[in-house]
T-cell receptor, first 115, second 116 residues
Framework: DAGITQSPRYKITETGRQVTLMCHQT?????MFWYRQDLGHGLRLIYY???????DKGEVPDGYVVSRSKTENFPLTLESATRSQTSVYFC??????????????FGEGSRLTVL | AQSVTQLDSQVPVFEEAPVELRCNYS??????LFWYVQYPNQGLQLLLK??????LVKGINGFEAEFNKSQTSFHLRKPSVHISDTAEYFC??????????????FGKGTKLSVKP
């Protein structure tokens, strides 16, 4: 089925470990995004990508790394996880970037707990 | 820079009652406006959007919103809510010039609880 899928859905890790959250979309949308959702903060943009091999920082990029070697995949890596990175992470892709409709399609989220 | 303020963090309401979720934004340029809904344990999905034209926008599930430029508001309304409308609602804004490319700025959300 067409859509956007994230994995893992749930992850528990320890401080200092590296964690990679995967995101895959089947529409071939050019733009993809990573958000984190925290109580009291709503959604905050971590990184986004305009196309393969083109990425840029969002509002809260520190401690995160992204790559995009293929249009359909946009993994997010926490190189050395910290407790403050405990959050729910959402990947999204943008439909109709040329007309800038702003319609984002979201994955179901990855809930990360850092102990 | 843009910002979004959702004036109520929680809104409890009884089934079949009307509801209004308030959203104000701040921007030095013209913007596009959106409402997204998040059901428990799911990602967000688009409810409705204002790009241009009529200031009254209709969305899915009977929701509508009105863009008021002078008051910089984009309040969401529904005349009669159902239990199934229980969810968190997010207002979002993005500048309407090329290059913003969907970098939406989200409000902190309003949790709508519909009680029987």
């Amino acid at each position: 089925d067409a859509g956007i899928t994230q994995s893992p859905r749930y992850k528990i890790t320890e401080t200092g470990r590296q964690v990679t959250l995967m995101c895959h979309q089947t529409w071939s949308h050019s733009y993809m995004f990573w958000y984190r959702q925290d109580l009291g903060h709503g959604l905050r943009l971590i990184y986004y990508s305009a196309a393969a091999d083109i990425t840029d920082k969002g509002e809260v990029p520190d401690g995160y790394v992204v790559s995009r070697s293929k249009t359909e995949n946009f993994p997010l890596t926490l190189e050395s996880a910290t407790r403050s990175q405990t959050s729910v992470y959402f990947c999204a892709s943008l439909r109709g970037w040329g007309s800038n409709t702003g319609e984002l399609f979201f994955g179901e989220g990855s809930r990360l707990t850092v102990l | 820079a843009q910002s979004v303020t959702q004036l109520d963090s929680q809104v409890p309401v009884f089934e079949e009652a009307p509801v209004e979720l308030r959203c104000n934004y701040s921007s030095s340029v013209s913007v596009y406006l959106f409402w997204y809904v998040q059901y428990p344990n799911q990602g967000l999905q688009l409810l409705l959007k204002y790009l241009s034209g009529s200031t009254l926008v209709k969305g899915i599930n009977g929701f509508e919103a009105e863009f008021n430029k002078s008051q910089t508001s984009f309040h969401l309304r529904k005349p009669s809510v159902h239990i199934s409308d229980t969810a968190e609602y997010f207002c979002a804004v993005t500048p309407n010039y090329g290059g913003s490319q969907g970098n939406l700025i989200f409000g902190k959300g309003t949790k709508l609880s519909v009680k029987p």
